[in-house]
Structure formats: C-alpha cells, structure tokens
C-alpha cells in the first residue's frame, strides 16, 4: 500500500425510487477498512453535467485510481454512458461496479461484483492494483471484456455478525430520509419462480443487537434518522430475531418505524408474530403472496391454502390498527404461476378489491430468466420445460411480446433482464400475463385509487407524522405528481447536492492561487469523517465504544 491513501469515487443512484441505496455504502465502509479514502456521489443522474463535472474536478487527482459503481437500481444505458463519460474526462482509472442484478451488457466495468461482495472485495482490490492473482471469474463476450465474479457463487457472504452501515459527514444525510438496514442474510425458503440470493437457509445469521442499537442509535444521534427498510429476504424468519429489534426498540430514546419484507404465511402458522412485530414497530410489510390460487402455491412452494393466506391479510391488519394505529400491507401478485389460468388473475383482483382496498397490491408477470452467467438463477430458469413452461419460437408473435415487455419502456420489473423466456403453457402465456399486468397498471393510475406500497409510504413521514389517517390515504399516482412536480428533487436531492458543492468552495478558492493549501484543502475533505462500525468486529472494539459514547 502506498504512503499517500488511494482514492475511490463511488457513484450511487436508485433510478427507480429516489432513496440512498446501502450496498455502495458496504463497499465505501470496507475500502476505508483498508486504508482507502472514499467519496460518495448520490443520485448522480439527477446531477447535471455542469455540477458533476464541477464537483469531481475537485476532488480527482492522482491518487484517485478507482471509480465504483451501485447498479443495483441502476439502468445499464446509464452506467454505461457514465462510465465512458468518466473515463473520457480522468483517463486511466480502473472500473469497477456491483448490485443484485443480472449483468448481461457492456457497461464499461473492467470488475463486475454479482451479488453480496465482501469476502471478493479484498482480493478485487489486491489484482486491480497490488499484482495479486485474478480472482475467480468469467469473461462472457457480451460484457466488453469485463471479468464477472459470481461472489454468491465463489465469495459466500454469510453470516457476517454485522451488516452496519457507516456514513461520513459529506454524505449530508437529512433527518427525513428512509434509510437501509440489514439484520440478517438469507431466506429459510425456496420458492421455484425466486432469484435471490441464498435460499434455503437454516443457519441463524443474524446480527447481535449490540451492533444494531449502536447504529439505530448513531444515526439518530448524528442525522435525527428514525425510519428504515430491512434489507432482510424475509425479517419474520425466526421470532428471536424480531424479538431482538423489539428489544432494541424499546431501549431507544426515540421511536422508529420499519418498513420490510414479511412472509405472511408465517404469521398465520405463528400468530405471535403480531404482537412481536408490532412492539418492534415493523408496521409497513411487503408480503410475496404472488397468488391466490391453491395448485398454483403448492407448486411454487407456497402449500397454505389461500383461504388462511386471506384471514392471516386481515388479521394482520386488525392487529397493526389497533396497536400503532399505523399499517400498510402491500402484497406481490405474479401472473402467470403453473396451473392458474387468466381468469383467476381477475377473480384474485375482485377478492382484493372488494377486501383489501385500504392497503395495496402490484400485479407483475412471471418472468422466467435463461441467464446462465451466474448461478444465481431460480428453478424455473433452471427447469422450466418440467413445470410445464413452452418456448414460443414464432417471430411475429415474439415481436409483439417484446414491444409491451420492454421493461425499459414499461418499468414490468425494476430490475433488468434482457434473457427473459418467451413462455406459454396451457393456463396462459406471457403476453397476456404483460398485457393483464399493464392493464392493470394503467386502471390504478386512471383512476388514482392504488394507495402506496410500504416501501413508499415512510418516504412521506415527515408531512403526515400527526396525521396517521392522511398518511395512510395517499396514493401512488398522488405521489407520481409530488415527484412530477420536482418534491423529491427539491426536499432531498437539491440540498444535497448544493451542500456536495458548497464543500469544495475551499478548494476551488485555492486552487488558481496555491496547489499546496487546494491540495491541503482536498485533504481535509476527503479525511472528515466520523469512525465507522468495523465490520466482524467484536461488541466491544474501540470503534463500537467510540460510536456508543458518541450516542450515548
């Protein structure tokens, strides 16, 4: 390692929903671990070209040998054009980029980190820049060259003891804001038509609770931040774990409210999850029901009978009503499941509609993924034909698919997969499964009656705090115009940025009149900080005790 610390600029952004994105700030988090120092740039697509260009020719200069990439949330046009813009104005830097979705284009990355990355992390860096050896990988020809590390697949990061995230004083986190945690890894499931990451797991890889009220309560302390997601593939896995955030929960000096995702069968095997999740608070739920239809479940992996899935919605909501006087249960419907037939989409509708219009629901088609670059692919991509699934081989027919499936065009699915199976089966096929969702889509928003989903509606916190009624009215298509109408962009992205650039209003002044106090003046910049949790740590490092008597 060089005297002089390398310099990494990380460039984060969720193109779909404006809010900080916590994997780029893992990344961050570790390269400081080793001696690196780090500059985060959000929402840069939300920059203009002048302002970013502006801001990181103030702070890239030599030492500056890496640019990383989020690209979880990322369109690969953007990152794309981003990098080759980049690589244009600072010639010679290294690229480097990671996230949860498929790579499957050129985006200009010389490393591309698939999955959770870091256990790959150490040994990227040491072959980028130290002469180590490669690490594992592949080159498929349509990503430019660029190496593909399968890091769920080669670097298992499992059960690390401590998912916290640390911010710096130039990261300017709002009070307002809805940020990320993590409690734990893994999903106890193994439903056919998922993707994620890690399925069927029965160790317990959760987190301790010391590192979990040590970062609840050092955000606070230092942002005034009291609303999250969990990150969790399922947070009501097992009850300890809930029962641990409730426990933290009642310890703080404030109270927070979570938003996650919950399996709802569950709670209905295990009713005392209720009474758990809401003393933790955990009040906004995201629950993958994905159909209403019994063969269907049983043969995705989801055997309870549609009847209890039904009670368990409405018990849920009872129970949340009646404790925080705060719920908002939003279910994940996929059309196109083996054995349900179309009709039973529009019978799955009626029965949320006339039962379940005070929360929310989204309708998605059953995409089937033929990526085969990693091994991280569901056992529908891996054994369609058994399911029952058919290739459609008709060219006119794939043409007019793929003109309403364009998801870049449609947004069918954040994220990006341009190997979709154009499938048929004898209950239905996927274009009328798209055509069902869309449809769908354009009823909620002509008619401005789909509520927003748990993940949105923390986002609105800071209006409606003493209006819990107002707050649980507002609707997607209401939140579409605030965003049209430039809030998000005014309320959080333009201080930000304004605040990015008012910090290198010292290095700008200096530097036409003295490279040594801009480049003093830089130093400083990139060195304020305040300590992070180290990750693996043990409770009682000096980096924990040195945050707890911060918050204390």
């Known amino acids: 390692m060089p005297n002089t610390p390398r310099h990494c600029v990380i460039f984060n952004d969720n193109q779909e929903i404006k809010r900080r994105t916590s994997g780029a700030y893992r990344f961050a988090n570790q390269l400081e671990e080793m001696g690196w120092r780090v500059t985060m740039v959000d929402w840069v697509s939300s920059w203009s070209e002048q302002e970013l260009g502006e801001y990181l020719d103030s702070i890239v200069a030599d030492d500056t040998v890496l640019f990383g990439i989020s690209y979880t949330w990322m369109k690969p046009w953007y990152v794309k054009q981003l990098t080759d813009k980049i690589r244009a104005r600072y010639p010679g830097r290294k690229y480097i980029t990671g996230g949860q979705q498929f790579f499957q284009s050129d985006i200009g990355c010389d490393v591309m980190l698939y999955g959770y990355a870091e256990k790959a992390v150490p040994d990227t860096i040491a072959w980028l820049f130290d002469g180590a050896a490669q690490p594992k990988g592949s080159r498929p020809i349509e990503l430019g060259g660029g190496l593909l590390i399968d890091c769920n697949k080669d670097y298992t990061a499992m059960g690390l003891g401590d998912y916290t995230i640390g911010y710096r004083d130039d990261d300017f986190v709002q009070p307002y804001e809805l940020l990320t945690i993590e409690l734990s890894r893994g999903c106890k499931f193994k439903c056919k038509y998922c993707n994620y990451a890690f399925l069927g797991v029965k160790q317990n890889t959760a987190t301790e609770a010391d590192y979990l009220r040590a970062e609840l309560l050092g955000n606070y302390s230092r942002w005034g931040t009291t609303n999250y997601i969990i990150a969790d593939d399922t947070f009501n896995d097992r009850n300890e774990k809930i029962k641990m955030l409730g426990d933290v929960v009642e310890s703080l000096p404030f109270e927070p409210n979570f938003a996650c995702f919950i399996r709802l069968d569950l709670t209905v095997a295990h009713p005392e999850q209720l009474e758990l999740l809401s003393r933790a608070r955990v009040w906004a739920h995201f629950y993958g029901v994905e159909t209403l239809h019994p063969a269907a479940g049983k043969a995705v992996g989801k055997g309870m009978h549609p009847d209890k899935i039904k009670q368990g919605l409405l018990d849920m909501r009872e129970h949340m009503m009646s404790k925080l006087g705060l719920y908002r249960g939003t279910l994940g419907m996929i059309a196109g499941l083996p054995h349900e037939p179309a009709s039973h989409w529009h019978e799955s509708e009626a029965w949320l509609k006339a039962n379940w219009s005070d929360n929310s629901w989204q309708w998605w088609p059953l995409e089937i993924s033929t990526d085969t670059n990693t091994g991280t692919v569901s056992v529908f991509s891996k054994e369609w034909q058994k399911h029952g699934y058919r290739e459609i081989t008709d060219t006119k027919r794939i043409e007019k698919i793929e003109a309403v499936f364009r998801k870049d065009k449609y947004d069918i699915q954040h994220k990006y997969d341009r190997k979709s199976l154009m499938w048929t089966a004898d209950w239905a096929d996927i274009e009328q499964a798209t055509e069902f969702c869309r449809e769908w889509s354009a009823s909620q928003w002509h008619y ?57 209003k010292t290095i700008q002044t200096y530097s036409s009149k003295s490279k040594y106090f801009a480049a003093k003046a830089r130093d400083n910049l990139l060195t304020r900080s305040v300590p992070h949790i180290q990750s693996n740590s043990k409770v009682n490092s000096p980096k924990i005790v040195q945050l707890h008597s911060i918050v204390a």
Do not use: V
């Open 448 to 504: 401005d009656c789909h509520l927003l989903a748990n993940f949105h509606i923390l986002n609105h916190w800071k209006d409606y705090r003493d209006n819990p009624k107002a707050l649980l009215s507002l609707t997607d298509e209401w939140d579409r115009m605030q965003q049209r109408g430039g809030n998000q962009y005014n309320d959080i992205i333009a201080p930000y940025i304004r605040r990015k650039l008012n910090s290198i």
